[in-house]
């Protein structure tokens, strides 16, 4: 085992060390490493691939811990119609897109079902980076671009859970995908109540004895407890732990809660990725390069279109819209974990997983060059536009630009915040009453530490 970590460590730290010098996502160096050190590069195991796959698996439960203790209720709803709006146009327009995509390629419904989810979720670390090195970190499109990433990470847990269902039992049934709907909704808001009115309390309690090292053990103690419960209520791992990390979230310790988990989570992501590399036969790469370009320009064509429509619907100008939509033309870790769940439940045919891993790769790798042709696109779809659609790009701007300042002006004013508005409405109840406001305080506590900073 430790034979087999020190393998790992080594290539996947030269490797991706090589893509940071070549100013590539170090997610790709990753993939390559696993490539190296798979079976099918060399014709032998450097490495014991169970080990590297329960290892991998742990990656994902800290990789989506991370993502919940990063999501921010409040954020999610002052983006609302922008995050909703967009997420939803974005989910499902490439949902349809990817399904008539494997239906065309004469794939069945279960592969094509896998498929269409594998193709509709764009990856929220590479988006970021790339939003980074392209220096617009601080523009206005951001933070809806943010919103709507964090949403489709949400309905791609949910979606883990709907196709492990579905794969389980080979079957597509109407009535009773929606009947799971239902309890996986009822069941994530119980358990999201129950834990803000609960642990947010109890780490108030005992916060004068939590050092780092009491927090990180409490934190994924609590991780690992909700992946059993998870487990244990008939729903996938990844689910619970995403939920306890958006339980955290609201506490005043979820910042040193991330920077604690930091580090675990890149060790643990990092081996998730070289397992997946791992997977890669290169020789199926050269079989399948017509697939792969083919997946790659529908990830690429489907991501501009609904990312731009779904924005543009939800209130962006139309030069955000489109910043949104080029920024978002790759898929990533999510697709991984659908591409895995496939095949190991045995469900998917084998040509789909390197088709999707090199699709993701490709598209990675040109994210940075197709998000510099936005202003040059927008530019000539304005030039060319009619003039009816032209003067609706002008009111959307000017009305987008009004929203901004009176949004400045009411932060500035003295006007009560919503929380103050719901203890208010409840402030005549009795058996509410103490229950509602242990909730706001709770919910509160992260935006207090941030305005005290």
């Known amino acids: 085992m430790v034979h087999d970590l020190y393998i790992l460590m080594i290539t996947a730290g030269v490797v991706s060390l090589l893509f940071k010098l070549l100013k590539q996502p170090v997610v790709l160096g990753y993939i390559v490493a696993g490539v190296l050190v798979g079976p099918n590069l060399f014709g032998e195991n450097l490495v014991n691939h169970e080990n590297v796959e329960a290892w991998g698996n742990i990656g994902v439960l800290f990789v989506l811990f991370c993502i919940g203790l990063e999501f921010r209720l409040k954020n999610l709803v002052e983006s609302g119609k922008t995050a909703v709006v967009g997420a939803a146009t974005i989910i499902v327009g490439m949902l349809v897109f990817g399904y008539g995509v494997g239906r065309f390629s004469e794939l069945d419904n279960m592969n094509s079902l896998f498929l269409a989810a594998m193709l509709c979720m764009s990856s929220t670390t590479i988006v970021m980076k790339a939003i980074d090195e392209a220096g617009l970190s601080k523009a206005r499109f951001v933070k809806g671009a943010t919103s709507i990433l964090i949403f489709e990470d949400i309905v791609a847990v949910v979606l883990l859970v709907l196709l492990s269902s579905i794969a389980?039992?080979?079957?597509?049934?109407?009535?009773?995908?929606?009947?799971?709907?239902?309890?996986?909704?009822?069941?994530?808001?119980?358990?999201?109540?129950?834990?803000?009115?609960?642990?947010?309390?109890?780490?108030?309690?005992?916060?004068?004895?939590?050092?780092?090292?009491?927090?990180?053990?409490?934190?994924?103690?609590?991780?690992?407890?909700?992946?059993l419960t998870a487990e244990e209520a008939g729903f996938s791992s990844a689910l619970g732990a995403f939920v306890m990390g958006m339980v955290l979230?609201?506490?005043?310790?979820?910042?040193?809660?991330?920077?604690?988990?930091?580090?675990?989570?890149?060790?643990?992501?990092?081996?998730?990725?070289?397992?997946?590399?791992?997977?890669?036969?290169?020789?199926?790469?050269?079989?399948?390069?017509?697939?792969?370009?083919?997946?790659?320009?529908?990830?690429?064509v489907g991501m501009i279109v609904f990312g731009t429509l779904g924005c543009w619907w939800g209130g962006e100008t139309f030069k955000d819209s489109m910043l949104t939509g080029f920024s978002f033309v790759q898929i990533g870790e999510f697709s991984f974990i659908i591409a895995a769940l496939g095949s190991k439940l045995g469900v998917t045919d084998?040509?789909?997983y390197p088709i999707i891993v090199a699709s993701s790769v490709l598209t990675t790798f040109l994210?940075?060059?197709?998000?510099?042709?936005?202003?040059?696109?927008?530019?000539?779809?304005?030039?060319?536009?009619?003039?009816?659609?032209?003067?609706?790009?002008?009111k959307r701007e000017q009305d987008v630009e009004l929203a901004e300042k009176t949004a400045e002006s009411a932060t500035v004013s003295d006007s009560p915040s919503a929380a103050d508005k719901v203890r208010k409405a409840v402030s005549k109840t009795i058996v509410t009453k103490r229950v509602v406001n242990l909730f706001l305080k709770n919910m509160g506590e992260h935006d207090e530490q941030q305005a005290e900073k």
């Open 168 to 227: 389980v039992k080979n079957s597509f049934e109407g009535g009773e995908l929606l009947k799971k709907v239902i309890i996986l909704a009822v069941t994530l808001v119980v358990w999201f109540v129950c834990g803000i009115l609960v642990i947010p309390t109890l780490l108030r309690l005992v916060r004068k004895h939590l050092n780092d090292e009491t927090l990180i053990i409490l934190s994924l103690g609590l991780c690992l407890g909700m992946v």
């Open 249 to 300: 979230a609201e506490t005043k310790e979820s910042h040193r809660i991330e920077q604690l988990m930091s580090p675990l989570k890149n060790v643990f992501a990092a081996i998730f990725f070289v397992s997946v590399g791992m997977m890669i036969n290169p020789s199926s790469l050269v079989e399948y390069w017509p697939a792969i370009l083919f997946v790659s320009l529908v990830i690429v």
């Open 350 to 352: 084998p040509a789909i």
């Open 367 to 394: 994210t940075p060059y197709i998000m510099k042709t936005t202003v040059p696109c927008y530019n000539f779809l304005y030039k060319h536009a009619s003039p009816s659609f032209r003067s609706k790009i002008d």
